[in-house]
């Protein structure tokens, strides 16, 4: 299947761990975001990085870092989690992140719960 | 000021109606407009994608353009049940593709 697949689906922590999140997408796009949902439904972009260059750098904490090791993947650590980092992550992708066509239409993955204890 | 505006709802139509969605948006510059459907405990699928003032249609789903107004909307025909779910309006402008959600629309469909 293509798609935009992410790892793990839930993951439950303590306050002060360390965490990643994995994200693939076989879609052959260039573009791959993290947005953040939090428990009011809001869903709020984080970063986003094309052909593994850090395009988009919201105000994060820095705890918050993001990783391109290919165009294909985009992982999310985090450290010294903090009971307000509970949320589900969103990774998405896109074609490209400057067109303004079809080619930035963003597809998203299932989504990683994350609960800090 | 919120950069995307929707009406969080509920908004209840009975079966067979036409729902329709809006959203207001607050960056004149903004180009690419995006419709994204959200189940609970779902990730947002995207609808419908529109760039250019006017109207677009795919299916039961037409998605409206008025940037003089800054305003765009989205029309379900024919709404079924398993279209209850949360609407949620996206935005881009500038460069990168940033993406600025609404809070979202709540849509429930009665039999």
């Known amino acids: 299947d293509t798609a935009v697949s992410q790892t793990p689906k839930y993951l439950v922590t303590q306050m002060g761990n360390d965490k990643s999140i994995k994200c693939e997408q076989n879609?052959?796009?260039?573009?791959m975001y993290w947005y953040k949902q939090d428990s009011k439904k809001f869903l709020k972009i984080m970063f986003s990085?094309?052909?593994?260059?850090?395009?988009i750098n919201e105000t994060v904490p820095n705890r918050f870092s993001p990783k391109s090791p290919d165009k294909a993947h985009l992982n999310l650590h985090i450290n010294s989690l903090e009971l307000g980092d509970s949320a589900v992550y969103f990774c998405?992708?896109?074609?490209?992140?400057?067109?303004?066509?079809?080619?930035?239409?963003?597809?998203f993955g299932p989504g990683t719960r994350l609960t800090v204890l | 000021q919120k950069e995307v505006e929707q009406n969080s709802g509920p908004l209840s139509v009975p079966e067979g109606a036409i729902a329709s969605l809006n959203c207001t948006y607050s960056?004149?510059?903004?180009?690419?407009f995006f419709w994204y459907r959200q189940y609970s405990g779902k990730s947002p699928e995207l609808i419908m994608s529109?760039?250019?003032?006017g109207d677009k249609e795919d299916g039961r789903f037409t998605a409206q353009l008025n940037k003089a107004s800054q305003y765009v909307s989205l029309l379900i025909r024919d709404s079924q049940p398993s279209d209850s779910a949360t609407y949620l309006c996206?935005?881009?402008?500038?460069?990168?593709?940033?993406?600025?959600f609404g809070a979202g629309t709540r849509l429930a469909v009665h039999p």
């Open positions: 998405a992708s896109s074609q490209d992140g400057a067109s303004v066509s079809s080619y930035n239409e963003q597809f």
């Open positions: 879609l052959g796009h260039d573009t």
């Open positions: 990085y094309n052909n593994k260059e850090l395009i």
């Open positions: 960056d004149r510059g903004s180009q690419s």
């Open positions: 529109i760039y250019s003032n």
């Open positions: 996206a935005v881009s402008s500038g460069g990168y593709n940033k993406l600025i």
